[in-house]
C-alpha cells in the first residue's frame, strides 16, 4: 500500500534525538505532546481492532491501516502492540484540553471513539474511521506549531499519515 510505504518512510526519516534543544520547560512541553500523541493512536488503534472484530472482512484494508497507527503510537513512546494501549487510552487518560486548540475543551477523538459502539453497517463503520483519522490529523497539525524540531516534524509526518489514512478509508467506503 503506497501509503503504508510513504508514512513508513517518514517515521524511518524522523529520528526522535534533538527535540529538547530549547531545554527547561520546552522538553516537559514535547514530553507531554509526544505522550498525547501516543495515546492518541493508541486509542485509534484499539477503534481499528472494534471495527475489525465486528467486520472481520474489513481486516485486508484496515490492519496495514491500524499496524501504521500502531507504529506511531511506538514513535512517540507508546505501547507497541495490538490492545496493549486500551488502559491507556481511557477517557482519563485522554489528551488534555491543552492539546487542542483553546477554544476546544471537548474530549479527545480517540477517547470517544474507542468507547462508541461500531456501527452495523461496513460503510458506516469506515466512514467512522475516516472521521477519527482526519479529526486526528487536524489536531496534530494544530498541535505541531507549539513542539521544536524533530517531534514537530514527526507529528507532521504522522499527522499526513493520517490524512492519508481517511481517504484510504473513504475510497474503501465506496
Do not use: N, Q
Request: with cysteine; charged share 20%; net charge negative.
Amino acid at each position: 500500500m503506497l501509503v503504508g510505504a510513504a508514512g513508513a518512510g517518514l517515521l524511518a526519516g524522523c529520528s526522535s534525538g534533538g527535540e529538547g534543544s530549547d531545554g527547561g520547560s520546552g522538553a516537559s512541553e514535547v514530553e507531554r505532546a509526544r505522550a498525547r500523541v501516543a495515546r492518541d493512536s493508541e486509542g485509534l488503534a484499539e477503534r481499528y481492532d472494534l471495527v475489525i472484530a465486528a467486520h472481520p472482512d474489513l481486516a485486508t484494508l484496515l490492519s496495514p491501516l491500524r499496524a501504521e497507527v500502531v507504529r506511531h503510537a511506538g514513535a512517540f513512546g507508546g505501547v507497541k502492540g495490538a490492545g496493549a494501549g486500551r488502559a491507556s487510552a481511557s477517557p482519563s487518560g485522554s489528551p488534555s484540553p491543552s492539546d487542542a486548540p483553546a477554544s476546544s475543551g471537548s474530549p479527545s477523538s480517540s477517547a470517544s471513539a474507542s468507547s462508541a459502539p461500531v456501527p452495523d453497517d461496513p460503510g458506516a463503520a469506515l466512514t467512522e474511521l475516516a472521521t477519527a483519522e482526519r479529526a486526528l490529523a487536524d489536531k496534530r497539525a494544530k498541535a505541531l506549531l507549539r513542539v521544536p524540531g524533530e517531534v514537530a516534524r514527526l507529528m507532521a509526518s504522522v499527522a499526513a499519515a493520517g490524512a492519508g489514512h481517511a481517504y484510504v478509508l473513504t475510497e474503501g467506503a465506496k
